[in-house]
């Protein structure tokens, strides 16, 4: 079964601290993975692609296939990425996305 | 351009009532979607939109129907609501799927409760 699973509801940390938001995924071929973010009162929009391999406002993710995981990480977390996280897997054609539960990032300060 | 517009933002029914939740874009945008979320399980699918006139199931689809007259609308009826649908509601639409991913570009939702 095509499944994406993030282990952490809250994930609470200090500004200046290293951020890993994790995301494990089930999937029987070659996946494609997302992460969106939600900040408060504002859409839901994409963050990042694995196939881009390109780092947005300090975050990467790199699939491995090996541990089967496309976690979230940022060296120095900052108060502004307080949010909802979103992994998220492409399921067949036609942009069907499987996301998984979110995990909230709080920043203090 | 307005991007995806949902109405209404905020709305409480009552067991058995139905309504109709409303989404349109103004991108001409081929694919469009509907996703409810709920605390603990993320977003899940309803029901999508390849273009004018063909929809399909998604993996929550009971309940809910769908049609899609225009490229622009894609509205989202509940015929007789449970207190099962309450959920936040979020349309999004994209450019065409296939093969490679189209970044889909979300509404701002609808909060809907049934009493």
């Known amino acids: 079964a095509q499944r994406v699973t993030q282990p952490e509801k809250l994930l609470s940390v200090f500004k200046g601290a290293p951020v890993e938001l994790k995301c494990n995924y089930s999937?029987?071929?070659?996946?494609?993975l997302f992460w969106y973010v939600q900040y408060s009162r504002q859409r839901l929009q994409l963050l990042l692609r694995h196939i881009s391999r390109e780092s947005i406002k300090g975050f990467t993710a790199d699939l491995n296939k090996g541990e089967t995981s496309f976690h979230l990480k940022k060296p120095f977390a900052q108060e502004e990425d307080s949010a909802m996280y979103y992994c998220a897997l492409l399921s067949g054609g036609y942009n069907k996305l499987i996301f998984g539960a979110g995990t909230r990032l709080a920043v203090h300060p | 351009n307005a991007g995806v517009t949902q109405t209404p933002k905020f709305q409480v029914l009552k067991t058995g009532q139905s309504m109709t939740l409303q989404c349109a874009q103004d991108m001409n945008h081929e694919y469009m979607s509907w996703y409810r979320q709920d605390p603990g399980m993320g977003l899940r699918l309803i029901h999508y939109s390849v273009g004018a006139g063909i929809t399909d199931q998604g993996e929550v689809p009971n309940g809910y129907n769908v049609s899609r007259s225009t490229t622009e609308d894609f509205p989202l009826r509940l015929l007789s609501a449970a207190p099962s649908q309450t959920s936040v509601y979020f349309c999004?639409?994209?450019?065409?799927?296939?093969?490679?991913?189209?970044?889909?570009?979300f509404g701002p939702g609808t909060r809907l409760t049934v009493l």
């Open positions: 999937y029987s071929g070659s996946p494609e």
């Open positions: 999004a639409s994209s450019l065409a799927g296939g093969r490679s991913y189209n970044e889909q570009f």
